[in-house]
């Protein structure tokens, strides 16, 4: 089986608005990330190399400030026409909150991982 997608021009546009949500970082240079070696267990650990030699990916700092981001997401909003924010949504856990809404089956998963490639 195989899968073909079309490029539909409203998923395309989803991707850029997120996108546009950040414009002004900088693009990272490569992984210098280590995997939390948490508390996996000693024998999941030996089918693997050495926990502190493993790598993993994460994304990079953001080097924007608030009200950097928050410009961004307004400007965004405006060209959207959504009701345009006064403030970033953070929780303790996330400094920003951003959500893709769109109806069931019109490819929201496609859109986050064409977001996820997107520079």
């Known amino acids: ?52 030699e493993m790598e993993g990916f994460k994304n990079a700092e953001l080097a924007l400030s608030d009200h950097e981001l928050l410009e961004n997401i307004q400007t965004v909003q ?7 924010s006064d403030q970033l949504v953070t929780t303790p856990v996330c400094k920003i909150n951003l959500d893709i809404e ?6 929201k998963t496609y859109c986050y991982i064409k977001t996820v490639k997107s520079q």
Do not use: W
Not at 8 to 33: E, H, K, R
Not at 79 to 84: D, T
Not at 102 to 107: D, K, N, P, R
């Open 1 to 52: 089986m195989k899968l073909i997608f079309k490029r539909q021009a409203y998923q395309t546009n989803a991707v850029a608005s997120v996108v546009d949500c950040f414009a002004g970082q900088p693009l990272g240079q490569g992984l210098s990330y280590r995997i939390d070696p948490g508390k996996a267990a000693a024998s999941v650990q030996a089918r693997h190399q050495a926990v502190d």
């Open 102 to 107: 769109m109806e069931t089956g019109t490819g």
């Open 78 to 84: 405006r060209r959207q026409n959504l009701p345009v």
